[in-house]
């Protein structure tokens, strides 16, 4: 899954539990170049991961790609082609030890595509050429070979499926706004972002089951008195769908922000509406489940000046806030989650951001483990 990370005001503080087994810190290759940076995370069973980002960065996008694996025992950076381009890597997925994806952009905005075949990854075209304005946000590997991609071409969203042999456009769930994130199952595909419905941005998510879409969006939907305003990721349980997501709040002198949310929606409404973890700044962006399928972890963005990287976990009932990994020197962290497939653990990847006279730098990331006890 994948972490947008983004620079806001911290507007709530919250009381943090401890719950079960603590989060575990798995060190980084040292061949890893910082100023660095995780935005994704993948894995297929408890021997093979991937996590995605950038290293040698010089700016918010600007660096060199970046992408790790992890064996059973250490993760260790892959090879990667000779790439013309400069830039960062922001989604990446895996569906089997042979086959994966990995999308980012180059320091002109411009979209990029890497493919693993088992042995090497190589640069594959993007839909539309590399000089089109498709802005390609999210990657996911489904059963049986098959791919998605979501973006957007300015205010259009965009879907791609992957048949084998070549990307081809589906129709997109609505007809303005923006995808930034997709989830492929054997039950069907779902896509997340933003619609645009009557001059209002609302939250919306989608299911796509072979022939069209069903919809959901969370217009008239709010978290104490704040509209949704982005759907990051979705989970599809028994009984109904939850998803992550920001709200929008009004800041300090009338300052636009956004806030953390967690939803489920019932089959026929809204039944929760939550600001979980409230210390949580900018947005929720994944929901990654248990062994048996069910909400278990929500990576979030924290700051400013974290203590530790913040997690929401789900016991069944009620979210509690986590802490992970202890931090110092911090300014922004934000995590992204994984569930490892044949386990009840789950991966999580981190960007860390730091305030300096000159503006938003990045640092190093981190990476870690939670084995679900």
């Known amino acids: 899954m994948t972490v947008h990370l983004a620079v806001a005001t911290l507007l709530a503080a919250a009381t943090v539990v401890p719950v079960g087994a603590a989060w575990e810190r798995i060190p980084l290759p040292n061949s890893v170049v910082a100023p660095a940076m995780l935005l994704s995370v993948t894995a297929t069973d408890r021997a093979n991961a991937w996590a995605a980002g950038g290293e040698a960065m010089t ?46 952009r180059d320091t002109a905005g411009l979209s990029h595509m890497l493919r693993w075949n088992g042995r090497l990854w190589r640069e594959v ?27 957007q071409d300015g205010d259009r969203p965009v879907v791609l499926r992957w048949d084998g042999g070549a990307w081809r456009p589906v129709p997109p769930p609505m007809e303005t706004g923006r995808l930034a994130g997709v989830r492929a199952t054997r039950g069907g595909v ?144 934000g995590t992204a989650t994984a569930h490892i497939p044949g386990t009840n653990a789950t991966w999580s990847v981190a960007a860390l951001a730091t305030q300096t006279p000159a503006g938003f730098a990045w640092g190093t990331p981190l990476i870690e483990r939670h084995d679900g006890g």
């Not at 996911?140 to 098959?146: D, N, R, V, Y």
């Not at 709010?222 to 929008?248: E, K, M």
């Not at 489940?289 to 400013?304: A, E, H, K, L, M």
Request: no cysteine; proline share 7%.
């Open 190 to 333: 779902w896509v997340t972002g933003q619609e645009h419905v009557g001059g209002e941005r609302v939250g919306a998510t989608a299911r796509w089951n072979g022939a069209g879409w069903t919809k959901i969006n969370t217009l008239g939907v709010r978290a104490d008195g704040a509209p949704i305003s982005a759907i990051n990721d979705v989970l599809a349980v028994a009984g109904g769908v939850w998803t992550v997501g920001s709200v929008a709040v009004s800041g300090p002198g009338g300052l636009s922000l956004t806030q953390p949310w967690i939803g489920h929606w019932n089959g026929t409404g809204w039944d929760t509406s939550l600001r979980t973890p409230a210390a949580t700044i900018e947005q929720n962006v994944t929901i990654t489940p248990d062994g048996d399928g069910r909400p278990q972890w929500v990576g979030s963005i924290i700051g400013p000046n974290p203590a530790s990287t913040r997690y929401a976990r789900f016991d069944g009932t009620t979210w509690t806030e986590v802490s992970g990994a202890p931090l110092s020197g911090v300014f922004i962290a």
């Open 125 to 151: 075209p993007v839909p539309g050429g590399t000089t089109a304005p498709l802005d390609l946000r999210a990657v996911a590997a489904g059963p049986l070979g098959s791919a998605w991609l979501v973006g």
């Open 59 to 104: 700016g918010r996008d600007a660096g060199t790609p970046l992408i790790l694996r992890w064996d059973g025992t250490a993760w260790a950076k892959v090879p990667l082609p000779t790439l013309s381009w400069s830039g960062s890597l922001r989604s990446i997925a895996a569906s089997s030890r042979s086959a994966a994806w990995a999308v980012g």
